[in-house]
Protein backbone atom coordinates (compact mmCIF):
# COMPACT_ATOMS: atom_id res chain seq x y z
CA UNK A 1 0.00 0.00 0.00
CA UNK A 2 1.29 3.91 -0.62
CA UNK A 3 1.59 5.60 2.38
CA UNK A 4 -0.45 8.74 2.38
CA UNK A 5 1.58 12.29 1.51
CA UNK A 6 1.86 15.36 3.63
CA UNK A 7 2.63 18.49 2.89
CA UNK A 8 3.65 20.22 6.13
CA UNK A 9 5.31 19.20 8.64
CA UNK A 10 3.34 18.08 12.26
CA UNK A 11 5.42 19.76 14.79
CA UNK A 12 5.99 16.50 17.20
CA UNK A 13 6.58 16.88 21.25
CA UNK A 14 8.08 13.71 22.40
CA UNK A 15 8.03 13.16 26.13
CA UNK A 16 8.48 10.88 29.30
CA UNK A 17 8.00 7.68 31.25
CA UNK A 18 5.33 5.17 30.24
CA UNK A 19 3.38 7.47 27.51
CA UNK A 20 6.94 7.64 25.58
CA UNK A 21 7.04 3.88 25.66
CA UNK A 22 3.39 3.84 24.40
CA UNK A 23 4.37 6.66 22.00
CA UNK A 24 6.99 4.77 19.78
CA UNK A 25 4.20 1.61 20.11
CA UNK A 26 1.26 4.12 18.45
CA UNK A 27 3.74 5.47 15.66
CA UNK A 28 5.71 2.30 14.89
CA UNK A 29 2.29 0.12 14.51
CA UNK A 30 -0.15 2.72 13.49
CA UNK A 31 1.13 5.68 12.06
CA UNK A 32 4.39 5.35 10.17
CA UNK A 33 3.23 2.11 7.93
CA UNK A 34 0.78 4.13 7.02
CA UNK A 35 1.50 7.61 6.81
CA UNK A 36 4.68 9.05 5.24
CA UNK A 37 4.96 11.30 7.97
CA UNK A 38 6.77 14.45 7.93
CA UNK A 39 7.31 16.01 11.80
CA UNK A 40 8.95 19.07 12.85
CA UNK A 41 10.77 16.55 15.88
CA UNK A 42 11.40 17.96 19.14
CA UNK A 43 11.93 16.06 22.37
CA UNK A 44 10.67 17.47 25.54
CA UNK A 45 11.62 14.03 27.69
CA UNK A 46 13.32 15.57 30.99
CA UNK A 47 16.57 14.41 30.34
CA UNK A 48 16.65 16.85 26.86
CA UNK A 49 14.79 19.94 28.78
CA UNK A 50 17.55 19.72 31.75
CA UNK A 51 20.46 19.61 28.58
CA UNK A 52 19.21 22.24 26.91
CA UNK A 53 18.36 24.70 29.86
CA UNK A 54 14.24 23.93 28.70
CA UNK A 55 15.02 25.77 25.50
CA UNK A 56 13.54 22.72 23.63
CA UNK A 57 10.27 23.39 24.89
CA UNK A 58 10.24 26.72 23.43
CA UNK A 59 11.30 26.10 20.33
CA UNK A 60 8.82 23.18 20.26
CA UNK A 61 6.27 26.39 21.10
CA UNK A 62 7.53 28.39 18.41
CA UNK A 63 7.46 25.79 16.11
CA UNK A 64 3.66 24.93 16.84
CA UNK A 65 2.95 28.72 15.93
CA UNK A 66 4.90 29.01 12.88
CA UNK A 67 3.34 25.12 11.93
CA UNK A 68 0.14 25.59 13.53
CA UNK A 69 -0.63 21.98 14.59
CA UNK A 70 1.52 19.91 17.35
CA UNK A 71 1.10 16.53 19.03
CA UNK A 72 2.34 16.07 22.45
CA UNK A 73 3.29 13.09 24.50
CA UNK A 74 2.76 13.24 28.45
CA UNK A 75 5.73 15.09 29.87
CA UNK A 76 7.01 15.31 33.91
CA UNK A 77 6.42 18.11 35.58
CA UNK A 78 9.49 18.25 38.04
CA UNK A 79 9.34 18.21 41.84
CA UNK A 80 11.75 18.00 44.55
CA UNK A 81 12.46 14.25 43.99
CA UNK A 82 12.18 14.19 40.53
CA UNK A 83 15.30 17.02 40.65
CA UNK A 84 17.01 14.24 42.65
CA UNK A 85 15.87 11.46 40.62
CA UNK A 86 17.06 12.92 37.10
CA UNK A 87 19.65 14.95 38.86
CA UNK A 88 18.24 18.10 37.23
CA UNK A 89 19.99 21.49 36.71
CA UNK A 90 16.91 23.44 37.70
CA UNK A 91 13.49 22.46 38.78
CA UNK A 92 12.39 23.28 35.37
CA UNK A 93 8.89 24.63 34.66
CA UNK A 94 5.56 22.66 33.26
CA UNK A 95 6.03 22.35 29.88
CA UNK A 96 2.43 22.66 29.32
CA UNK A 97 2.49 25.93 31.27
CA UNK A 98 5.47 27.20 28.76
CA UNK A 99 3.58 26.44 25.76
CA UNK A 100 0.48 28.21 27.11
CA UNK A 101 1.80 31.10 28.20
CA UNK A 102 3.89 31.47 24.39
CA UNK A 103 0.53 30.26 22.46
CA UNK A 104 -1.99 32.08 24.84
CA UNK A 105 -4.28 29.39 24.23
CA UNK A 106 -7.36 27.71 26.08
CA UNK A 107 -7.18 23.63 26.89
CA UNK A 108 -10.26 22.10 25.76
CA UNK A 109 -11.21 18.78 27.14
CA UNK A 110 -13.16 15.54 25.99
CA UNK A 111 -14.37 12.60 26.35
CA UNK A 112 -13.88 9.88 24.01
CA UNK A 113 -17.08 7.49 24.18
CA UNK A 114 -18.08 3.76 23.51
CA UNK A 115 -21.53 2.62 23.97
CA UNK A 116 -20.27 -0.25 25.97
CA UNK A 117 -18.91 2.53 28.56
CA UNK A 118 -21.87 4.48 29.76
CA UNK A 119 -21.25 7.79 32.16
CA UNK A 120 -22.55 8.21 35.25
CA UNK A 121 -25.03 10.37 34.26
CA UNK A 122 -27.52 8.17 32.19
CA UNK A 123 -28.61 10.96 29.47
CA UNK A 124 -25.74 12.01 28.80
CA UNK A 125 -25.19 10.58 24.90
CA UNK A 126 -23.04 12.84 23.51
CA UNK A 127 -18.84 14.74 25.07
CA UNK A 128 -19.27 17.42 26.93
CA UNK A 129 -16.36 19.78 25.92
CA UNK A 130 -14.77 22.31 29.05
CA UNK A 131 -13.11 24.69 27.76
CA UNK A 132 -10.73 26.32 30.61
CA UNK A 133 -9.35 29.63 31.16
CA UNK A 134 -5.92 28.86 32.45
CA UNK A 135 -4.62 32.54 33.48
CA UNK A 136 -5.40 34.40 37.09
CA UNK A 137 -8.24 34.39 39.51
CA UNK A 138 -7.66 32.32 42.48
CA UNK A 139 -4.18 30.79 40.81
CA UNK A 140 -2.66 33.81 41.20
CA UNK A 141 -4.02 35.89 43.99
CA UNK A 142 -2.64 36.95 47.23
CA UNK A 143 -3.79 36.10 50.34
CA UNK A 144 -3.16 36.21 53.74
CA UNK A 145 -4.42 35.87 57.64
CA UNK A 146 -5.59 38.80 59.48
CA UNK A 147 -4.57 38.24 63.07
CA UNK A 148 -6.69 41.61 65.45
CA UNK A 149 -9.13 43.70 64.57
CA UNK A 150 -8.18 46.42 61.19
CA UNK A 151 -9.75 47.68 58.26
CA UNK A 152 -8.64 45.44 54.91
CA UNK A 153 -8.59 47.88 51.66
CA UNK A 154 -8.62 47.29 48.22
CA UNK A 155 -5.79 50.01 46.63
CA UNK A 156 -5.75 50.25 42.94
CA UNK A 157 -2.66 53.40 42.04
CA UNK A 158 -2.72 54.34 38.16
CA UNK A 159 0.87 54.62 36.23
CA UNK A 160 -0.22 58.52 36.89
CA UNK A 161 -1.24 58.64 40.27
CA UNK A 162 -5.27 58.24 40.05
CA UNK A 163 -6.22 56.50 43.39
CA UNK A 164 -9.19 53.95 43.29
CA UNK A 165 -9.51 52.92 47.47
CA UNK A 166 -12.50 50.25 49.04
CA UNK A 167 -12.74 49.00 52.11
CA UNK A 168 -13.11 45.41 51.94
CA UNK A 169 -14.22 45.02 55.56
CA UNK A 170 -13.66 46.38 59.06
CA UNK A 171 -12.44 43.17 61.02
CA UNK A 172 -13.53 43.04 64.31
CA UNK A 173 -12.00 39.63 64.94
CA UNK A 174 -9.50 37.80 63.19
CA UNK A 175 -10.30 36.63 59.49
CA UNK A 176 -8.79 36.20 55.86
CA UNK A 177 -8.32 38.23 53.44
CA UNK A 178 -7.88 37.66 49.32
CA UNK A 179 -7.10 39.67 45.91
CA UNK A 180 -7.26 38.83 42.64
CA UNK A 181 -7.23 39.95 39.15
CA UNK A 182 -7.80 38.84 35.49
CA UNK A 183 -6.81 41.32 32.22
CA UNK A 184 -8.99 42.27 29.58
CA UNK A 185 -6.64 40.43 26.75
CA UNK A 186 -6.32 36.98 28.59
CA UNK A 187 -10.43 37.34 28.62
CA UNK A 188 -10.60 38.20 25.46
CA UNK A 189 -8.51 35.86 23.98
CA UNK A 190 -9.71 32.73 25.93
CA UNK A 191 -13.42 34.14 24.28
CA UNK A 192 -11.45 33.96 20.73
CA UNK A 193 -10.35 30.12 21.40
CA UNK A 194 -13.94 29.33 22.38
CA UNK A 195 -15.89 30.96 19.84
CA UNK A 196 -13.09 29.24 17.54
CA UNK A 197 -13.10 25.87 18.61
CA UNK A 198 -17.26 25.88 18.67
CA UNK A 199 -17.00 26.97 14.74
CA UNK A 200 -14.17 24.29 14.06
CA UNK A 201 -16.10 21.81 15.74
CA UNK A 202 -19.80 22.71 14.76
CA UNK A 203 -21.10 22.50 18.74
CA UNK A 204 -23.12 24.45 20.74
CA UNK A 205 -21.20 27.13 23.47
CA UNK A 206 -22.23 27.51 26.27
CA UNK A 207 -20.37 30.27 29.21
CA UNK A 208 -21.26 30.59 32.93
CA UNK A 209 -19.91 32.31 35.40
CA UNK A 210 -21.46 34.13 38.67
CA UNK A 211 -22.10 37.76 37.49
CA UNK A 212 -25.37 38.51 39.35
CA UNK A 213 -22.56 38.39 42.73
CA UNK A 214 -19.59 38.89 41.35
CA UNK A 215 -20.86 42.24 39.74
CA UNK A 216 -18.21 43.71 37.71
CA UNK A 217 -15.07 40.89 37.76
CA UNK A 218 -17.40 38.17 36.20
CA UNK A 219 -19.64 40.76 34.63
CA UNK A 220 -16.27 41.79 32.47
CA UNK A 221 -16.36 38.00 31.64
CA UNK A 222 -19.60 38.11 30.60
CA UNK A 223 -20.06 41.22 28.93
CA UNK A 224 -16.49 40.45 26.93
CA UNK A 225 -17.86 36.88 25.59
CA UNK A 226 -20.92 39.27 24.05
CA UNK A 227 -19.18 42.05 22.70
CA UNK A 228 -16.60 39.46 21.43
CA UNK A 229 -19.82 36.93 19.68
CA UNK A 230 -21.55 40.08 18.41
CA UNK A 231 -18.67 41.71 16.33
CA UNK A 232 -16.92 38.30 15.01
CA UNK A 233 -18.67 35.24 15.23
CA UNK A 234 -22.64 35.78 15.37
CA UNK A 235 -22.64 35.72 10.98
CA UNK A 236 -20.41 32.33 11.38
CA UNK A 237 -22.62 30.97 14.37
CA UNK A 238 -25.91 31.39 12.51
CA UNK A 239 -24.51 30.00 9.20
CA UNK A 240 -23.39 26.91 11.13
CA UNK A 241 -26.82 26.36 13.19
CA UNK A 242 -24.85 26.37 16.50
CA UNK A 243 -25.83 28.52 19.17
CA UNK A 244 -23.53 30.91 21.41
CA UNK A 245 -25.42 31.05 24.96
CA UNK A 246 -24.45 32.86 28.43
CA UNK A 247 -26.19 31.75 31.26
CA UNK A 248 -25.65 31.84 35.61
CA UNK A 249 -23.07 28.65 36.66
CA UNK A 250 -25.80 27.69 39.06
CA UNK A 251 -28.23 27.48 36.37
CA UNK A 252 -25.46 25.77 33.96
CA UNK A 253 -24.76 22.87 36.49
CA UNK A 254 -28.53 21.87 36.44
CA UNK A 255 -28.65 22.17 32.59
CA UNK A 256 -25.68 20.29 32.17
CA UNK A 257 -26.81 17.61 33.67
CA UNK A 258 -29.58 16.99 32.58
CA UNK A 259 -28.22 17.20 29.31
CA UNK A 260 -27.69 14.82 26.42
CA UNK A 261 -24.08 16.49 25.74
CA UNK A 262 -22.93 17.30 22.69
CA UNK A 263 -21.54 21.17 23.33
CA UNK A 264 -18.59 23.20 25.01
CA UNK A 265 -18.97 24.78 28.05
CA UNK A 266 -16.88 27.12 28.86
CA UNK A 267 -15.68 28.13 32.25
CA UNK A 268 -13.86 30.38 34.56
CA UNK A 269 -10.01 29.40 35.83
CA UNK A 270 -11.50 27.42 38.76
CA UNK A 271 -14.72 26.30 37.47
CA UNK A 272 -12.88 24.69 35.00
CA UNK A 273 -10.61 22.62 37.04
CA UNK A 274 -13.09 21.82 39.28
CA UNK A 275 -16.22 20.92 36.67
CA UNK A 276 -13.64 19.30 34.31
CA UNK A 277 -12.94 16.36 36.98
CA UNK A 278 -16.47 16.44 37.83
CA UNK A 279 -17.18 16.12 34.27
CA UNK A 280 -14.45 13.25 32.80
CA UNK A 281 -14.87 11.26 36.14
CA UNK A 282 -18.70 10.90 35.13
CA UNK A 283 -17.80 10.36 32.13
CA UNK A 284 -15.54 6.87 33.05
CA UNK A 285 -11.48 7.26 32.54
CA UNK A 286 -8.76 9.72 32.60
CA UNK A 287 -7.14 7.40 30.15
CA UNK A 288 -10.16 8.43 27.85
CA UNK A 289 -9.71 11.78 28.19
CA UNK A 290 -8.34 13.75 25.25
CA UNK A 291 -7.39 17.21 25.58
CA UNK A 292 -5.94 20.24 23.01
CA UNK A 293 -4.70 23.75 23.18
CA UNK A 294 -6.18 26.15 21.04
CA UNK A 295 -4.56 29.48 20.48
CA UNK A 296 -6.88 32.58 19.70
CA UNK A 297 -5.22 32.92 16.44
CA UNK A 298 -5.87 28.87 15.33
CA UNK A 299 -2.97 27.01 16.07
CA UNK A 300 -3.54 23.93 17.61
CA UNK A 301 -1.79 21.20 20.43
CA UNK A 302 -3.32 17.68 20.84
CA UNK A 303 -2.08 15.80 23.73
CA UNK A 304 -3.95 13.09 26.12
CA UNK A 305 -5.18 14.58 29.56
CA UNK A 306 -3.61 12.17 31.44
CA UNK A 307 0.14 12.27 33.00
CA UNK A 308 3.43 10.05 32.02
CA UNK A 309 1.72 6.88 34.01
CA UNK A 310 4.51 6.89 36.28
CA UNK A 311 3.60 3.66 38.38
CA UNK A 312 3.30 1.69 35.15
CA UNK A 313 6.52 2.91 34.11
CA UNK A 314 8.09 1.34 36.82
CA UNK A 315 7.21 -1.99 36.32
CA UNK A 316 8.18 -1.41 32.25
CA UNK A 317 11.58 -0.99 33.74
CA UNK A 318 11.40 -3.69 35.94
CA UNK A 319 10.88 -5.92 32.80
CA UNK A 320 6.57 -6.41 33.25
CA UNK A 321 4.60 -6.07 30.58
CA UNK A 322 1.66 -3.26 31.02
CA UNK A 323 -1.59 -2.48 30.01
CA UNK A 324 -1.14 0.58 30.01
CA UNK A 325 -4.38 2.52 28.34
CA UNK A 326 -2.89 4.62 24.93
CA UNK A 327 -6.28 5.37 23.30
CA UNK A 328 -6.09 9.04 24.33
CA UNK A 329 -2.66 9.41 22.92
CA UNK A 330 -3.66 7.65 19.73
CA UNK A 331 -6.28 10.16 19.53
CA UNK A 332 -3.62 13.33 19.87
CA UNK A 333 -2.41 11.73 16.89
CA UNK A 334 -5.63 11.39 14.78
CA UNK A 335 -6.94 14.95 15.82
CA UNK A 336 -3.13 16.76 14.73
CA UNK A 337 -2.88 14.42 12.00
CA UNK A 338 -6.57 15.52 11.21
CA UNK A 339 -6.28 18.64 11.33
CA UNK A 340 -3.31 19.43 9.27
CA UNK A 341 -5.10 17.37 6.89
CA UNK A 342 -7.92 19.77 7.02
CA UNK A 343 -5.40 22.92 6.85
CA UNK A 344 -3.54 21.48 4.21
CA UNK A 345 -6.76 20.15 1.95
CA UNK A 346 -5.34 16.62 2.30
CA UNK A 347 -8.24 14.40 2.16
CA UNK A 348 -6.41 11.17 2.40
CA UNK A 349 -4.76 12.17 5.74
CA UNK A 350 -8.44 13.13 6.83
CA UNK A 351 -9.75 10.03 5.98
CA UNK A 352 -6.76 7.85 7.83
CA UNK A 353 -7.44 10.18 10.73
CA UNK A 354 -11.26 9.15 10.72
CA UNK A 355 -10.27 5.55 10.24
CA UNK A 356 -7.77 5.07 12.73
CA UNK A 357 -10.68 6.50 15.49
CA UNK A 358 -13.05 4.28 14.04
CA UNK A 359 -10.22 1.36 14.05
CA UNK A 360 -10.24 2.14 18.31
CA UNK A 361 -13.70 2.47 18.45
CA UNK A 362 -14.44 -1.30 17.09
CA UNK A 363 -11.33 -2.40 18.76
CA UNK A 364 -13.08 -1.62 22.67
CA UNK A 365 -16.51 -2.73 21.42
CA UNK A 366 -15.35 -5.98 20.37
CA UNK A 367 -14.54 -6.03 23.87
CA UNK A 368 -10.57 -5.89 23.33
CA UNK A 369 -9.23 -3.38 25.71
CA UNK A 370 -6.62 -2.28 28.19
CA UNK A 371 -7.12 -3.45 32.33
CA UNK A 372 -8.08 0.12 33.28
CA UNK A 373 -11.37 -0.13 31.07
CA UNK A 374 -12.15 -3.48 32.27
CA UNK A 375 -14.22 -2.25 35.34
CA UNK A 376 -15.95 0.57 33.41
CA UNK A 377 -18.06 -1.97 30.95
CA UNK A 378 -21.52 -2.30 31.08
CA UNK A 379 -22.33 -5.91 32.53
CA UNK A 380 -23.00 -9.14 30.08
CA UNK A 381 -20.12 -7.38 27.72
CA UNK A 382 -17.05 -10.45 27.03
CA UNK A 383 -14.34 -8.71 27.60
CA UNK A 384 -10.56 -9.57 26.59
CA UNK A 385 -8.10 -7.74 29.08
CA UNK A 386 -4.45 -6.90 26.54
CA UNK A 387 -1.43 -5.14 27.44
CA UNK A 388 -0.48 -2.47 25.41
CA UNK A 389 1.28 -3.97 22.86
CA UNK A 390 -1.13 -6.14 21.95
CA UNK A 391 -4.08 -3.93 21.88
CA UNK A 392 -2.45 -1.73 19.32
CA UNK A 393 -2.06 -4.72 17.19
CA UNK A 394 -6.33 -5.11 17.26
CA UNK A 395 -6.56 -1.60 16.59
CA UNK A 396 -4.02 -1.95 13.61
CA UNK A 397 -5.68 -5.20 12.21
CA UNK A 398 -8.68 -3.09 12.87
CA UNK A 399 -7.07 -0.16 10.73
CA UNK A 400 -6.00 -2.16 8.07
CA UNK A 401 -9.12 -3.89 6.98
CA UNK A 402 -10.98 -0.11 7.63
CA UNK A 403 -8.68 1.30 5.08
P1 LIG B 1 -1.03 10.06 35.63
O1 LIG B 1 0.20 9.84 34.87
O2 LIG B 1 -2.18 10.61 34.87
O3 LIG B 1 -1.46 8.70 36.33
C1 LIG B 1 -2.25 8.60 37.49
C2 LIG B 1 -2.92 7.23 37.54
O4 LIG B 1 -4.05 7.24 36.67
C3 LIG B 1 -2.05 6.10 37.04
O5 LIG B 1 -1.21 5.61 38.04
C4 LIG B 1 -3.09 5.11 36.57
O6 LIG B 1 -3.73 4.45 37.64
C5 LIG B 1 -4.13 6.02 35.96
N1 LIG B 1 -3.89 6.30 34.53
C6 LIG B 1 -3.60 7.51 33.97
N2 LIG B 1 -3.46 7.37 32.64
C7 LIG B 1 -3.63 6.07 32.37
C8 LIG B 1 -3.58 5.30 31.17
N3 LIG B 1 -3.32 5.87 29.99
N4 LIG B 1 -3.80 3.97 31.25
C9 LIG B 1 -4.07 3.38 32.42
N5 LIG B 1 -4.14 4.05 33.59
C10 LIG B 1 -3.91 5.38 33.56
O7 LIG B 1 -0.76 11.08 36.84
P2 LIG B 1 0.42 11.13 37.93
O8 LIG B 1 0.89 9.77 38.26
O9 LIG B 1 -0.11 12.03 38.95
O10 LIG B 1 1.59 11.91 37.21
C11 LIG B 1 2.70 11.26 36.61
C12 LIG B 1 3.58 12.31 35.92
O11 LIG B 1 2.85 12.89 34.85
C13 LIG B 1 4.01 13.46 36.82
O12 LIG B 1 5.41 13.62 36.74
C14 LIG B 1 3.28 14.67 36.29
O13 LIG B 1 4.08 15.82 36.35
C15 LIG B 1 3.02 14.29 34.86
N6 LIG B 1 1.79 14.88 34.27
C16 LIG B 1 1.88 15.34 33.00
C17 LIG B 1 0.77 15.83 32.34
C18 LIG B 1 0.93 16.31 30.93
O14 LIG B 1 2.00 16.26 30.35
N7 LIG B 1 -0.13 16.76 30.31
C19 LIG B 1 -0.47 15.83 32.98
C20 LIG B 1 -0.56 15.33 34.28
C21 LIG B 1 0.58 14.85 34.91
P3 LIG B 1 -3.23 3.06 38.28
O15 LIG B 1 -1.88 3.33 38.84
O16 LIG B 1 -4.28 2.80 39.31
O17 LIG B 1 -3.20 2.02 37.19
MG1 LIG C 1 -8.10 19.71 38.92
Not at 119 to 134: G, L, M, Q, S
Not at 380 to 392: E, H, Q, R
Request: aromatic content about 10%; charged content about 30%.
Amino acid sequence: MERIKMVTPLVEMDGDEMTRILWKMIKDELILPFVDLKTDYYDLGLKKRDETNDQITIDSANATKKYGVAVKCATITPNKQRVEEYNLKEMWKSPNGTIRSILDGTVFRAPIIIDTIKPVVKNWKKPITIARHAYGDVYKDTEFRIEKPGKAELLYTSVDGDVQKQTIYDFECAGVVQGLYNKDSSIESFAHSCFKYAIDTKQDLWFSTKDTISKKYDQTFKLKFQEIYDNCYKDQFEKLGITYFYTLIDDAVARVIRSEGGFIWALKNYDGDVMSDMVSTAFGSLAMMTSVLVSPEGVYEYEAAHGTVTRHYYKYLKGEVTSTNPMATIYAWSGALRKRGELDKLNDLINFANKLEEACVKTLLDGNMTKDLINLVDEGVKTNALNSLDFIKEIRKNLESLL
